[in-house]
């Protein structure tokens, strides 16, 4: 049998359990360490409540761990173990522990008590080799992850920065196994296609016109996702080439909110019920703030856009909304420090960018205004990461060590 340990039900692993669970090659137990999300919890970075409007636990085993009062999934020391985690191991017949990264104590806890135990450790994590390390932290980040590292096993990389990351701890090839980082892209598909006929009316609500060219930024509105860099960019293109006629749309919510809106010239709030057409003469760009959309709203945003930007800094450590979009049939441009960029970007499927260049992202817009890349060539690009890929990754592992 197969533990999988993750902090709580996340939007995009749960099709990867109920996949596993259908696919049925593979015994395995998902143990929470919380439930955040399932119901209507807090979000520091969403600066609001929220729960995913899909059935987090359904058509998957699964279990709540026993950890300490008041757990947080945000927290290093708010995710910890409180039961001993070999004896649970010992009684359901582990033969391996999969944890989803370093980033709770939990998961380090649990790869100690897993070798106490005498079973392999899996590792899927998020982090890669673009963001830059202060010297100072060189050794000592070099030292801790060495520790964790040589517990592991089995190293399931999401992609290109990912594995290079493990390669520079001295993983050894034969480590190395793909469970490329992806979302249901078949549900998105699906979601785009039945409304794509709704995408003039759902503008009209937006106040967005039918033939603006409407740039999409959908995610937290927070320092290290860079939104206001869309904003500069489309600045210099309204002043630069006013004939765009461009539209920015922002899905989200977050910190820099107020910023971002006194950057533009807002003609729909969803946080505002008494907002309207605004005046577009002051040279700020025009944009919409549909507000938070939940899961099976998204696709509104995807179908009404003619391009993603996601601008982050290397703190994006993939950037699962760009499949999302491109699942959807959206192209993309994106930062070269998220890390997504070098597996899902390419001429055909949107731009690569970097970050923080102003004038770089300018030019992209420019370049994608009038293109309109078909949505096959962007569905062609995120096609082989796929939840089945990972499935077939775990169904092979299953097999070597006789799960």
């Known amino acids: 049998m197969l533990a999988i340990i993750t902090t709580h039900p996340i939007q995009y692993q749960v099709p990867l359990w109920q996949a596993l669970a259908k696919d049925g090659r593979v015994p395995f137990e998902v143990w929470y360490l919380t439930f955040h999300g399932v119901a209507t919890s807090p979000d520091q970075e969403f600066s609001k409540s929220f729960a995913w409007d899909l059935d987090m636990l359904a058509g998957y085993p699964h279990r709540l761990l026993n950890l300490a009062d008041h757990p947080s999934p945000a927290y290093f020391w708010r995710c910890r173990l409180r039961e001993r985690l070999r004896n649970r191991l010992g009684e359901t017949g582990a033969r391996a522990l999969w944890i989803q990264g370093w980033q709770v104590a939990a998961y380090w806890q649990a790869v100690w008590e897993a070798k106490a135990a005498g079973i392999e450790v899996w590792l899927r994590g998020e982090s890669n080799d673009l963001a830059p390390i202060p010297y100072w932290k060189v050794p000592i980040k070099g030292l801790v992850l060495t520790q964790l590292f040589k517990r592991v096993d089995r190293f399931l990389y999401i992609g290109s920065a990912n594995r290079r990351l493990y390669e520079k701890f001295g993983t050894s090839p034969k480590q190395l196994y793909p469970a490329p980082y992806a979302v249901d892209n078949k549900r998105f598909a699906r979601q785009a296609e039945a409304i794509r006929g709704q995408r003039s009316e759902i503008r009209s609500q937006w106040r967005i016109s039918e033939d603006a060219f409407v740039v999409l930024f959908c ?24 004939q765009l006629n461009m539209h920015l749309l922002f899905v989200g919510s977050g910190k820099l909110g107020a910023e971002m809106r006194g950057a533009c010239s807002v003609v729909f709030d969803a946080e505002d019920t008494n907002s309207g057409a605004s005046s577009v003469s002051s040279g700020k760009p025009r944009a919409s703030f549909a ?31 760009v499949n999302e ?37 300018a030019k992209a817009l420019q370049t994608f205004h009038g293109l309109r890349p078909t949505a096959g060539s962007a569905r062609a690009a995120v096609e082989r990461f796929s939840i089945a890929a990972t499935v077939e990754t775990i169904a092979s592992l299953s097999q070597l060590i006789q799960l």
Not at 219 to 224: A, E, S
Not at 298 to 318: F, Q, R
Not at 332 to 358: H, K, T
Request: charged fraction near 20%.
């Open 291 to 321: 507000g938070f959309l939940n899961q099976t709203q998204i696709s509104k945003a995807y179908i009404t856009a003619d391009v993603l930007v996601l601008p982050s800094d290397h703190g994006e450590t993939w950037g699962l909304v």
């Open 325 to 361: 979009a491109m699942a959807s049939g959206l192209s993309c441009i994106v930062s070269d420090q998220c890390g997504c960029a070098e597996d899902l970007v390419s001429n055909e499927s949107g731009r690569c960018f970097p970050c923080g260049d102003i004038t770089s992202l």
């Open 219 to 242: 995610g937290k509105f927070i320092p290290k996702k860079r939104p206001l860099d869309l904003i500069k960019a489309a600045q210099i293109l309204r002043k630069e080439h006013p």
